[in-house]
């Protein structure tokens, strides 16, 4: 599945530091390996119900750190699962990001983005030019990526992409260290 | 290795290290580079393994790149207590004897790593956040996602990016009650949850070398509640006394140099920390005993990779010793690793944790991620030595946990209620 093009939706707005304990708990992350069976406790610490609640196509809408705690890649896997189509955050919390690249789940990093937002606004995520079109029609560009990133989340994460390339996208990656 | 880079006296640590051991591109590297590291041990547990190992299926890999380096550690619900469980162990077990990797079960990932395998100088990638305890070494050691396990365990090679550092000062003696976990939640409520974020932190200052490697290990474990990327103590006696002692030697001993640049610098007079407590839901929210002294609780729990080694069990023995748990008060005690759990057992800690009423469970993380031994139930509240108060961490969403060392978490299982555990020193 490849990831690509503009995606429109509407909103769920969440506050700062939501922390991947809240996007799932580990009891019900570490009894199963079935993601479909993960998005039923998507946001269970907010929550219980959210997965009845959620349409496909949503998008979240987050405010700074989002992801934050554990490496649990259950919690990216869960929001995908529950077809939410992109995360935007003010900020993510590292490892939480990753995952998000390597599981092909967008995830667009937009300073001041949680203050342009309201709960189930319409908002356009272009991937293309790696923005977020706000209600207002205003675009909020999101910090840059590197290429290889973005072109990992596009072939829609790590299987797909060793799948099409036997190979990881890092591993044809010219460092770019400073020369001396 | 290069000299130049070793000797470059304007590298951080991990400016250094990166550059040092980046696969085919050895050369200076800074804060925002990136570049590809080789890696030298892959750790995946329990809750993180059987997603990786799902993943690994899917790519179609047919072997892993070496399994000498590759660690599947049981330890989040170990023995598994539930069917569902039980599967997913099965599953790592099938994994493990397909492809001759490395099996643990109990002893919590960090800390058998530190007890048995990790090196200073080493590159550690593990599938659980708090693999940055490590550091505690002067390993580069982080947390990833499940499947950039899978593709480690592939390829033994990971991206990284270079991180900003962090530079702390500590300075001063311990006051009477008052221990690493303190000095670290004092940090985190410094610095807020995302403090750390992308970056590397540097403990450095005089009171360092007083610091055990226990103590260190707590420190590395538990900066990972600002988000950090890395949590360094460099190489000092003490280190080396300890590699000496477990008859383990050093890969790469890294230093940063003394004109390193830094993001931020803090200076933290331990002499002036008092024993602290975070407040439910975000740790953070980090205040003094005193401030939430008398709180009433329905468990406390000694235990975790952050505080569950034999240092944390023989501060709480001693204050348990010669008193009760509150009737009413459950009190879960849980080593951090099979080997903290023998000592325990030999050295008569054990005896003092049953005569006290407390539970003395097998080494696993349990309580801690509420999977068993100590689940908190409806509006249940639990002061905690381990790292997370995050809603719904150890029960019910609707539960409550409050931070802190374990000596002030045996203190209130004592009391019934948040107490100060200077009274009982």
């Known amino acids: 599945m490849t990831v690509s093009g503009l995606l429109k939706g509407r909103t769920w707005v969440w506050p700062d530091d939501v922390n991947t304990d809240i996007i799932i708990p580990f009891r019900f992350k570490a009894r199963t390996n079935d993601p479909v069976e993960m998005a039923k406790y998507a ?14 196509g949503d998008l979240f809408v987050a405010g700074k750190n989002f992801g934050g705690g554990s490496s649990r890649e259950q919690a990216p896997v869960a929001i995908k699962y529950s077809n939410v189509a992109a995360v935007i955050a003010e900020s993510f919390a590292r490892i939480f990001y990753r995952n998000c690249f390597a599981i092909g789940l967008p995830a667009l990093e937009v300073p001041g983005i949680s203050k342009q937002v309201k709960q189930f ?24 990526v590197p290429e290889f990133l973005r072109g990992l989340m596009r072939e829609g994460g790590l299987v797909e992409y060793y799948k099409r390339h036997h190979n990881f996208p890092w591993e044809t990656l010219e460092t770019k260290a400073v020369a001396r | 290795m290069r000299p130049d880079i070793v000797n470059d006296n304007s590298l951080t640590f991990a400016e250094k290290i990166i550059s040092v051991r980046a696969d085919g591109a050895e050369k200076i590297h800074r804060p925002g580079d990136i570049t590809v590291l ?5 750790m995946a547990q329990d809750s993180t393994g059987p997603l990786a190992i799902k993943v690994f299926g899917e790519m179609g890999v047919p072997r892993v790149w070496d399994p000498s380096k590759i660690h599947l550690v049981i330890d ?19 994994f493990v004897k397909k492809h001759g ?6 002893s919590i990932s960090h800390q058998h790593l530190l007890e048995n395998h990790v090196v200073p100088g080493m590159v550690l990638f593990g599938a659980d956040s708090h693999t940055c305890q490590a550091g505690a070494v002067g390993a580069f050691a982080t947390g990833i996602g499940s499947s950039e396990m899978a593709a480690v365990w592939a390829s033994g090679r990971l991206w990284v990016k270079v991180p900003e550092s962090i530079k702390i000062n500590l300075t001063g003696q311990f006051k009477k009650g008052v221990f690493a976990r303190d000095i670290v939640s004092h940090f985190i409520g410094t610095v807020g949850e995302d403090g750390g ?21 707590c420190i590395s474990n538990n900066s990972m509640e600002c988000g950090c990327k890395l ?12 590699f000496r002692s477990v008859n383990r030697k050093s890969m790469y001993e890294i230093r940063a140099g003394s004109k390193a640049s830094y993001k931020d610098e803090y200076d933290i007079d331990i002499g002036k920390i008092v024993p602290e407590v975070a407040e439910p839901g975000n740790v953070d929210k980090v205040k003094e005993v005193g401030e939430v002294e008398g709180t009433p609780i329905d468990q406390a729990f000694i235990g975790s990779s952050t505080n569950g080694r034999y240092e944390d069990l023989a501060i709480a023995a001693k204050i348990l010793k010669g008193h009760k748990v509150k009737t009413g008060t459950r009190c879960v005690i849980t080593p951090a690793s099979n080997g903290i759990f023998e000592q325990a057992i030999k050295s008569g800690l054990a005896e003092i944790f049953l005569q006290s009423g407390a539970v003395f469970t097998n080494a696993t993380c349990g309580a801690c991620v509420g999977t068993h ?5 409806e509006n249940e509240v639990c002061i905690s030595s381990s790292p997370r108060n995050y809603i719904g961490r150890m029960g019910a969403i609707t539960s409550k946990i409050y931070l802190s060392s374990p000596a002030t978490a045996a203190a209130s299982a004592i009391e019934g209620k948040i107490a100060d555990p200077r009274r009982y020193l």
């Open chain 2, 373 to 377: 031994l100590g689940v908190l139930g």
């Open chain 2, 101 to 106: 990797v490395r099996l643990v079960e109990g």
């Open chain 1, 43 to 56: 946001m269970y610490g907010f929550d219980p119900e959210f997965y009845k609640k959620v349409k496909a």
């Open chain 2, 197 to 217: 974020n992308y970056r590397s932190i540097e403990w450095k200052g005089s009171a360092v070398k007083d610091l055990s490697m226990a103590s260190r290990a």
């Open chain 1, 121 to 144: 606004d319409e908002i356009e995520v272009d991937l293309q030019d790696w923005s977020v079109r706000t209600r207002d029609g205003s675009v909020h560009p999101a910090v840059k």
């Open chain 2, 76 to 94: 989040h619900s170990f023995p598994a207590p539930d069917e569902k469980v039980a599967n997913l162990h099965h599953l790592i077990r099938e």
């Open chain 2, 38 to 42: 080789p890696v030298d041990l892959a």
């Open chain 2, 231 to 242: 949590s360094i103590f460099e190489v000092d006696s003490s280190t080396q006394e300890y």
